[in-house]
Structure formats: C-alpha cells, structure tokens
C-alpha cells in the first residue's frame, strides 16, 4: 500500500512546474487541509523543499540527494518501468528481492534499487562489489512476450540502452564487450546479469539485474579489479547524481523497449554492433574442443557472438573464452 506521503509526491510530481492546491490534495487523498499541511512538515524534514504559496498551492522544488522510493519516482516521465519501486538500504542482493516480488506477481516494471549490496552477484557466479552510494544497483522485472530462447535480446536491448545514457547524456565513450560489459578506456564500468524464469515457450519473467560502477575514486574499487575496471567518476572526473542518472535510464530504456516491441531486435542489433568492442578485429577463440582464430563481426538473433573465420564460414559463439587482447 502506498503511504500518504508516496501518494502526496506522486501527485506533486505529476505537476512539477504548477502548484497542487491543497483543497485538491486534501480532496483526492481524504484527508484535512491540515492533516496535508503535516504531511509537507515531515516531507521537508526528509529534505524535500516545498514551496507552498497562499491561493495556489504546494510545489515540490528539490527532492533530497538520497535514494528513496519517492525520490526515484519524483519527476520520473515514464509510463511503467518504475511506477512500482522497492528501495533497499542494504541487501544481500537486489536479485534475490525482485525474484521474491516477481513470483508474488510484481507487475512489468517493477524495480528493486539499493544503497548498498552485501552480497552483490554477477554473471557466471562472480562476486559483483557494490559499494554503499557509490553506484547503481537495481533489478529490474519484465515481463516479456516473446520465446525463451530469445531473452538474450532483453540482455543485449539493456546493454544499448546504458551505452546510449553514457554517449549521449554523459558525453562518455562507451562500447559493448560481448555479451554485455560496458567498457569505457578498456575498462569494465557496467556488467548486467539476466535471470529468468521460464516454461518451454513462454517467459514468466525476466530480471534484468544492472550494476554500474559511478562514484568510485579509482582507489576505492576493490584490489582485484583495479586492473580491468573503472567507474564513471574515474573516466571523466565527474561526480553524478545517482538519483537523476537512474531517472535517464528508466526513461531511455522505456523508449528502446518500445522500439523494439514495435521494429523487432534489428534495431537493437543495429546499435549493439554500433557500439560493438574490437567488432571487426581478429580474436582467438578458445572452447572446449578447439582454439582457432576469427574476425569477431556482430551478433545474432538470439545473442551468440558471430566469428568469422579465414575460409568466409560465419559461426556463431555462444560461450568460451575470447582472448580480446592477442597482441599484448
Ligand atoms: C556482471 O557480471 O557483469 C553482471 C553484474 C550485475 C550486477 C548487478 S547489481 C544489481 C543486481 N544485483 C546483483 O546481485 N547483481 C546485479
């Protein structure tokens, strides 16, 4: 159930530049004028500033520099991914919370965000450090309608998604290391972790688990990955506001989910291969059968790597391990 201060927020911010009259705040939520008036009393001591200006009513002006259920969705212009947000202080793992939620039947678009992960996962059962206030930690549960087999598309959609924030609203250089590092300088700042659960031919759900390393000084990631990660901050010596950048993510990835629910997966495949890390450059590729050496050239449909090798044959990878530096 949303509290009456949810509600209050949700009401001012679907009216950031007017002001809410009281008289219609108190209407829609059945309570006094008064009883709003305290409600404005404690939202301010959370650090919301109010402006509340006699015969027109209350507008929020700045909501507080921390994550919240209600900062996420103060000023958030989506039409559902976000419209249901669980904030976490702390938590073992935001994975673990969406999958709890989804099984409770959480609606498409619901997200789990947290300040701090103690138990963070990443992909292939690695340990995915995730500071307190120092970056973006959130799962997110979709529901999509299209066959298992082809969830890898979400993975690959979400990895373009965070690439175009970068490029284009944080003036950064990112590429896409198959299947979906985000690397800027050769350096991992963003890894996502897709799990689903699934019959034969329908998705029940899929969590879209996101971390992005942000605020981290370069001495403040863990030992280990020094060498191979970086964060936001350390490429461009810019601090950011976690709140609005998680804002500008929900908002893109709305839109490219919407592009792609229209045109299908050669739009997303398009931008992946945009963005593609060392597409085009001669890689060896080890499995467990074989090592042999190809021109990494894009992806397909249902997310493999496609090499191609010296005789023109073109196959696809869908795991293994692809030495990206074979010249170092
Ligand atoms: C990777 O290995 O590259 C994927 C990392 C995914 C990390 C995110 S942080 C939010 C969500 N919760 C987790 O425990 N993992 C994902």
Redesign the pocket.
Known sequence: MESTRTKIIHLLSSNEKTYVSGQELSDRLHISRSAIWKHMKELEKDGYLIEAIRNKGYRIVKSPNKLSENTVQWGLHTDWLGKNVVHKEST?????IAHQLARDHASHGTVVI?DE?T??????N?E?H?AKNKG????LILRPAILPYLAPQITLLTATVLADVFKKELNLDPKIKWP??IMINDR?V????TEMQAEQDQIQYIII???INVNQEMNELPEDIQQKATSLRATSEKEYDITSLIQRIFVHFEKVYAEYETYGFPIIKERWESYGYRLGERTTIKTMKETSEAVLVGIAEDGALLAQYDNDSIKKVYSGEIDWFPNR
């Open positions: 073992p793992s935001t994975q673990q947290a992960q138990a963070g996962k990443g992909r292939l690695r995915w995730s973006i930690w959130t799962s979906n590092d991992k963003a890894g996502i972790l688990g996101i971390g």
